[in-house]
């Protein structure tokens, strides 16, 4: 609302009280000191995709207050890897060596994950993107709150409706619950190909066990490279040979 609309509304108001009271104003027409209302940009959660960038969804993201995991932490954790993936691998959220350094996936459990994607031709160098349904570390690595979730998932939105992944690796059960809105476990989930929709797209789909589980469990890292043999061949079957993930 401009200026000169609340003080025309302001008038209005306070004539209708003076005559409500039997009277009108004595000294003319009275002064109002308002100022326009600042101008309210594109609320949307998912800028026009032919704007949007993966480094504006990155400085987005490292200036984000949107819930309570930005007050604890070093660093927020965006996501890395090739911008045109064939893989788009998504995780639970940052843990300690991820919040010291702002990456993804640079811990134990992101050592071995990028041991167990080498071992089917992939890497966040050549062909994958890897990312978390929150960019924030929780306190003590626990699990994320809904709200949580749910205030980081625009992100999530813009990065796969940029990124356009032939395939979605989810990494563990927090992640695939998010990502299907399932209460189902995990060794429910895995062991198929399906389909999830992000960014109005329906992408084909596979969860596995979480690096962090194969380091506690050994007995989960066979089921694990099952699943890892079964991306692989459906991106065979799509066409992407070894040699042609990596390319744009």
Same mark, same amino acid.
């Given at each position: 609302?401009?200026?000169?609309?609340?003080?025309?509304?302001?008038?209005?108001?306070?004539?209708?009280?003076?005559?409500?009271?039997?009277?009108?104003?004595?000294?003319?027409?009275?002064?109002?000191?308002?100022?326009?209302?600042?101008?309210?940009?594109?609320?949307?959660?998912?800028?026009?995709?032919?704007?949007?960038?993966?480094?504006?969804?990155?400085?987005?993201?490292?200036?984000?207050?949107?819930?309570?995991?930005?007050?604890?932490?070093?660093?927020?954790?965006?996501?890395?890897?090739?911008?045109?993936?064939?893989?788009?691998?998504?995780?639970?959220? !940052?843990?300690?060596? $991820?919040?010291?350094?702002? #990456? +993804? /996936?640079?811990?134990?459990?992101?050592? &071995? %994950?990028?041991?167990?994607?080498?071992?089917?031709?992939?890497?966040?160098?050549?062909?994958?993107?890897?990312?978390?349904?929150?960019?924030?570390?929780?306190?003590?690595?626990?699990? !994320?709150?809904?709200? $949580?979730?749910?205030?980081? #998932? +625009? /992100?999530?939105?813009?990065?796969?409706? &940029? %990124?356009?992944?032939?395939?979605?690796?989810?990494?563990?059960?927090?992640?695939?619950?998010?990502?299907?809105?399932?209460?189902?476990?995990?060794?429910?989930?895995?062991?198929?190909?399906?389909?999830?929709?992000?960014?109005?797209?329906?992408? +084909? /789909?596979?969860?596995?066990?979480?690096?962090?589980?194969?380091?506690?469990?050994?007995?989960?890292?066979?089921?694990?490279?099952?699943?890892?043999?079964?991306?692989?061949?459906?991106?065979?079957?799509?066409?992407?040979?070894?040699?042609?993930?990596?390319?744009?």
């Amino acid at each position: 609302m401009t200026a000169s609309e609340k003080s025309e509304l302001a008038r209005f108001l306070d004539l209708a009280h003076a005559v409500a009271r039997g009277g009108g104003y004595l000294d003319g027409r009275p002064e109002y000191d308002f100022a326009d209302d600042p101008e309210i940009g594109d609320l949307s959660p998912l800028p026009p995709h032919d704007s949007d960038t993966l480094e504006r969804i990155e400085a987005d993201v490292r200036s984000c207050t949107a819930c309570r995991l930005c007050e604890g932490r070093k660093n927020a954790v965006p996501g890395e890897g090739f911008a045109r993936p064939t893989v788009m691998v998504i995780g639970e959220g !940052p843990g300690q060596s $991820e919040d010291e350094s702002g #990456r +993804p /996936f640079v811990g134990k459990a992101g050592q &071995l %994950l990028d041991k167990m994607l080498a071992a089917i031709g992939l890497s966040r160098e050549t062909n994958c993107f890897i990312a978390n349904v929150v960019k924030c570390r929780p306190p003590g690595n626990r699990d !994320p709150q809904p709200d $949580e979730t749910a205030a980081c #998932r +625009p /992100f999530l939105e813009r990065q796969a409706m &940029l %990124l356009k992944p032939a395939f979605v690796l989810c990494a563990g059960r927090v992640a695939a619950r998010n990502l299907l809105d399932t209460d189902e476990p995990i060794g429910r989930l895995r062991g198929r190909v399906s389909g999830i929709e992000i960014a109005g797209m329906t992408i +084909p /789909f596979l969860a596995t066990y979480h690096p962090s589980a194969l380091l506690r469990n050994e007995d989960l890292k066979r089921p694990a490279w099952e699943d890892l043999k079964l991306l692989r061949s459906a991106i065979d079957k799509a066409g992407l040979a070894p040699s042609e993930t990596g390319k744009t």
